[in-house]
């Protein structure tokens, strides 16, 4: 293992910013501040220009967003394949910090958890409908003939090119780290291209926009999964209470479940990666299995089945065109792909600061080859599972009639209930009322798992890679996210954040490419004959 030149990234020693770069911790609060009190004083205001703002960059990037995902995903597949692949990330024979499953679980529940539970059945009824296919052929939707392509681009989305976005960002990360002794940060993996600079305002810029994409990729999980978390307590409990006419959850309604989530996140936060972390996101996956088992003992278990092959194979034989099909956004087919695909990978993108750096600190001691099997292989099957038996379950009831349009007024309606609207058409006894509550505590989980994670990554950045920041500093942070996930929640809702959060993953879409081309670099040049002497 060879080591480059570690960089010097300046702390405060004492002072409000112990431990913490005051340069990138100031400018990136205050960055964040100017978000939360325009989006607060002028939310009419805050939703219009950020719209505006948004569909400029979506219609002049649209290309570019696909093709830098289609690199990511050539990237890793490239280090897994290549002679590389059997270098440690670490010293050559250090073992993992973290058993298999404990290394699953907290990369699962950090990177997909809650998305899985707003949009499993949903996104596939909401693709039924209308898709890119049915547009070009002309055909109808929400019939048998539409399941294929529904299927195939909802595996688009939650597949391989979603974990290769947050794959390239942590093995960029982890390599630079445990391999060439550089702090576990953002500006370390761009050490190859620009040297010492990294340690004035070069290093200081990249990790602001880390911090700044991560708080709004963070918040846009929570924002859509405070918002599901209520609408399944209202459906629960019929309070009557916690939604409005429009069948929408209340502002109040959102704001204490909001206060209480990130309250319980920063406790766990406090107990650090190898306690509360970890064992929530145990729980998660055992909660998790759960509910897959539910449905595929009382769903639709023998057409999941079927559905999981058959869209495998056709996601698999698709998987360069619907990798590089870039469509015009002022068409009818690009206006899709911008509201659908464009945003994912956004979304995606945004996620990778956080996401990366969290897969990079529990990933020390596995190969090249491990970390991108075992963080894009696995997990993208396991979601293909998941939306083949929760979101097969509910088209094969739109398709039998036995729905009779619930399950697709209710995705049209309020996606946040589609989830809980299926359970209890499976069983509305008993059974399904635990049910339908164990999916309420799993949302809980998974929302406290990403938001604990995500304060932890955010302090690591500001801490120049330091994996254990001032228990202060966590709690601060809690209060940040609080604030940024309430303030555009009342300004705009779910929409507004993922506005923003698709503004701030532009310029770390760029710093990632950057990543991806240092390790090239440092893998060509300082690695060449230790693969060699491994592959050997």
Request: include cysteine; charge should be neutral.
């Amino acid at each position: 293992m060879q080591k480059s030149s570690k960089l010097k990234i300046g702390l405060s020693r004492t002072g409000i910013y112990e431990g913490l770069n005051p340069t990138v911790t100031l400018v990136s609060k205050t960055i964040i501040a100017l978000l939360v009190v325009y989006a607060v004083s002028f939310p009419d205001n805050a939703v219009r220009i950020l719209g505006q703002i948004n569909s400029a960059l979506l219609a002049t990037f649209n290309s570019y967003y696909i093709y830098a995902v289609a690199f990511f995903l050539i990237f890793c597949l490239g280090c897994c394949l290549s002679p590389y692949g059997r270098l440690c990330l670490g010293r050559d024979d250090e073992k993992p910090e973290f058993s298999f499953f404990s290394w699953f679980s907290m990369m699962f529940s950090a990177g997909m958890g809650i998305g899985l539970m707003f949009y499993s059945i949903g996104e596939p009824l909401y693709h039924f409908q209308s898709n890119p296919a049915l547009m070009m052929s002309g055909a109808e939707g929400a019939n048998a003939e539409a399941v294929p392509s529904a299927m195939r681009y909802t595996l688009l989305h939650w597949g391989l090119h979603a974990w290769a976005v947050y794959v390239a960002a942590g093995l960029a990360m982890a390599y630079f780290a445990y391999r060439k002794g550089q702090p576990l940060t953002i500006r370390s993996t761009l050490q190859p291209l620009f040297g010492e600079k990294l340690n004035g305002p070069v290093g200081h810029i990249v990790d602001i926009v880390a911090v700044v994409a991560t708080t709004l990729g963070v918040a846009t999980t929570m924002g859509a999964g405070v918002t599901q978390l209520v609408s399944g307590v209202e459906f629960v409990f019929d309070s009557g209470s916690l939604v409005s006419d429009a069948g929408t959850p209340t502002a109040a309604a959102l704001i204490i479940t909001l206060l209480v989530v990130m309250l319980l996140s920063t406790i766990s936060a406090l107990t650090g990666v190898t306690r509360g972390v970890k064992w929530l996101s145990q729980i998660n996956m055992y909660l998790s299995f759960g509910l897959l088992g539910f449905f595929i003992l009382f769903g639709s278990t023998l057409y999941g089945l079927q559905l999981f092959g058959s869209s495998l194979l056709d996601y698999t034989a698709n998987l360069i065109p619907l990798t590089f099909s870039v469509w015009s956004s002022s068409s009818e087919i690009g206006g899709w792909q911008t509201g659908w695909t464009i945003l994912y990978w956004a979304w995606w993108i945004a996620f990778a600061p956080f996401v990366g750096l969290f897969l990079a600190r529990i990933s020390r001691g596995r190969t090249i080859r491990e970390f991108v099997i075992g963080c894009v292989l696995v997990p993208a099957l396991t979601c293909f599972a998941w939306m083949a038996f929760l979101g097969g379950t509910g088209l094969e009831l739109e398709l039998s009639g036995a729905a009779q349009g619930a399950i697709t007024q209710a995705v049209n309606d309020n996606i946040a209930s589609v989830l809980f609207v299926t359970i209890d058409l499976l069983n509305s006894g008993t059974l399904g009322t635990l049910v339908k509550l164990a999916s309420i505590i799993l949302i809980v989980t998974y929302l406290v798992t990403s938001a604990d994670s995500g304060v932890l990554v955010l302090n690591t950045i500001m801490a120049g890679g330091n994996r254990d920041p001032l228990p202060k500093h966590r709690i601060v942070w809690g209060g940040i996210l609080t604030l940024v996930v309430g303030s555009l929640l009342l300004a705009g809702g779910v929409s507004a954040i993922q506005k923003a959060m698709i503004i701030g993953a532009l310029p770390f879409s760029m710093v990632m490419v950057l990543m991806c081309v240092a390790m090239l670099k440092s893998l060509l040049t300082t690695e060449k004959q230790a693969a060699a002497v491994t592959a050997g």
